[in-house]
């Protein structure tokens, strides 16, 4: 299997629901259990709330 590595940078919502296989309704479902994530402002997850996202559902 091909190793693939995740950069933690800024993402939009549909850029993360891909990056996890899933659709954009899953990937928002799952948001809601990630504590503190703030919100999502302008186009782009910042780099520490991708992190926080990572951290909650594992590396995608």
Known sequence: ????TFTVKA???T???SK????L????K???NVNDL???LGKCYTPAQVQ???DHLGTP
């Open 1 to 4: 299997m091909e190793e693939t």
């Open 11 to 13: 993402y939009t919502k």
């Open 15 to 17: 850029q993360m629901a």
């Open 20 to 23: 996890y296989r899933v659709s």
């Open 25 to 28: 309704t899953t990937f928002k």
């Open 30 to 32: 799952w948001l809601r």
């Open 38 to 40: 703030g919100e999502y």
């Open 52 to 54: 926080k996202i990572v």
